[in-house]
């Protein structure tokens, strides 16, 4: 109601105001998190231990059933369980405490053993993400190759979604409230954790999946291990940071993202970390659908555009004012024909690399 209001204040006022809508609705829901101390939730009641207990026995009797067929069969014992019940119980273990639990809208996450400040960066910044992030089919097809006959995957830092495959079990693990509510319906379960944490047992699933998400983990070495011990084969989208700081948005615009690119890990830490068998390079198609920052190397003027920019961690991570000295910069510099003149040799191209890698490892000694 007060960010309702907040929208309501006379354009002059909402000008100068010092939060916006947004941030009030964060405060209240940080609020009503914090006064809200009645264990009774609404809802769904809790399944009962005897079931999950069922659950778990028949996933580990019937190895090659996915949920659908575990769901059904118990259905026939009389017993009506979701599917999201069915997936999280198989892979998680009772023994392990998980740090986070499922989302629940508002629910503070457990910060008592992790840093999670990235994760809370997706509330601030991640509004909107769905509509400039869309699955490029170009980036999928590399991924599902790269999954192989992987039947079960974790989609670690899963975000929106964007390349979990439909056609196997996925369990999604995203700590940003604000991502989660942007999983379009149907897409798979998602449990709120973080990666440094995966609330999920040893060798839980085939595939560990991990799309653009490890450079913002706090502590990405912890994050890797736990792909490992949770699946056998790990695949990562992550990038060279370095060759990020040669896109010309960074080289002649904005430097100032560079300093934030060099502390990030880069594609080849990652493959260093997991012992990787395979790194390939992912060129940016100059249509890429998908609006990753250097998405638009061959479209400058979507730069232009503060949405595009608001689904760029890397321009929301940077100070404000350069980022808006900068466009101030590029906007003279396209209108002049500047842009055009020095960038030639990009507009004949149709292909560029911005330093995507697909980082591939299996786990020989697990996956036996
Ligand atoms: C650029 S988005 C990528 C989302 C998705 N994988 C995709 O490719 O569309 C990065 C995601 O990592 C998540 N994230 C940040 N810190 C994390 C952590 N410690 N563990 C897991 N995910 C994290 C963010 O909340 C965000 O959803």
Redesign the pocket.
Known sequence: MLAALVRRLPRLLRGHRLVTPGTVLRWHRRLVAGKWTCPSRTGRPPVDDAVVALIERTARENSGWGYRRIQGELLKLGHRVAASTILQSSLTTRVKRPVCDRYSPGKPINRGR?G?A??E??DEI?TG?SLG?RTDPRWMAAILAALGDSRSII?????????EPDDRTVLA????VE?IRQRPHGTSPVVR????ALPVRDHAVDAAL????VH???DWRR?LAELRRVAPRQVV?AYDTRRHTEFWFVREYVPEIADLELTRPSAADIANELGADSVTQLPLPWDFT?GVFPAYWRRPAAYLDPRVRRAC?ALAQTDPDAVERGIRRLRKDLHSGRWHEQHQDLLNLDHWDAGFRLVVSYNRAQAG
Not at 173 to 176: A, D, L, R, V, Y
Not at 210 to 213: F, P, R
Request: proline letters at 3%; zero cysteines.
């Open positions: 992790l999670v990235d994760a960066l997706y991640g993400y992030r989609d670690v830092g899963a975000g929106t979604g964007s390349y693990i995203e700590p940003s991502m954790a973080v990666a440094e991990a799309v653009l998400t913002h983990w706090t994050g989208l998908d961690s």
